[in-house]
């Protein structure tokens, strides 16, 4: 069974900084084969895809993020990271990870992390 665990989670002001982490588990899981995605909802909004990293480490990110987002990944670890810069109130929202089997088959949710960016 595959488990993704955020963290990093908390209250941080607008202007201030977060790291979220991704761990993933699994007996038979090939962390390094898989692409990893961060998403996020906000309160009222549906969910929507923030940034993503290939298994080849291509990254892509939301308009919205690009330049004060940036995800990355040690497979080493089965970790992906996602360092939020800049965090702006309306990036208040819980925050999921999400893993893309090679195939694009099969697919796993962490169960997020809330984040909220508030004075």
């Known amino acids: 069974q595959v488990q993704l665990v955020e963290s990093g989670g908390g209250l941080v002001q607008p202007g201030g900084s977060l790291r979220l982490s991704c761990k993933a588990s699994?007996?038979?899981?090939?962390?390094?084969?898989?692409?990893m995605d961060w998403y996020r909802r906000s309160l009222g909004k549906e969910r929507e895809w923030v940034a993503g990293?290939?298994?080849?480490?291509?990254?892509n990110y939301a308009g919205s993020v690009e330049g004060r987002f940036t995800i990355s990944r040690d497979n080493d670890k089965n970790t992906v990271y996602l360092q939020m810069n800049s965090l702006k109130p309306e990036n208040t929202a819980v925050y999921y990870c999400?893993?893309?089997?090679?195939?694009?088959?099969?697919?796993?949710w962490g169960q997020g992390t809330q984040v909220t960016v508030s004075s």
């Open positions: 990293i290939t298994s080849n480490l291509n990254t």
């Open positions: 699994g007996l038979t899981f090939s962390f390094r084969s898989h692409a």
């Open positions: 999400k893993a893309v089997s090679a195939s694009a088959r099969y697919y796993y």
